[in-house]
């Protein structure tokens, strides 16, 4: 599957836009964003919200973390 490279272009100005505007990191809150952008992208911190909650539920099956 290829990316499409204008998305993932203005995916990426949109990113730096926000850190030039004072964000320290950004939310990837939309499970298709991740497919197109990636940390390796951009120095600004991302956070893939979909990675984060499969993790946690993980955790949570394999009781390797409580429940907060």
Do not use: R, W
Request: hydrophobic share 45%; with cysteine; proline share 4%.
């Amino acid at each position: 599957m290829s990316k499409a490279p204008k998305s993932k272009a203005a995916y990426l100005s949109i990113v730096e836009g926000l850190f030039v505007q004072g964000a320290e990191a950004v939310i990837l809150g939309c499970t298709e964003i991740a497919l197109l952008i990636n940390q390796s992208d951009t120095k600004v911190p991302l956070y893939d919200t979909t990675k984060i909650h499969a993790n946690a539920a993980i955790d949570l099956a394999l009781g390797t973390k409580p429940i907060q």
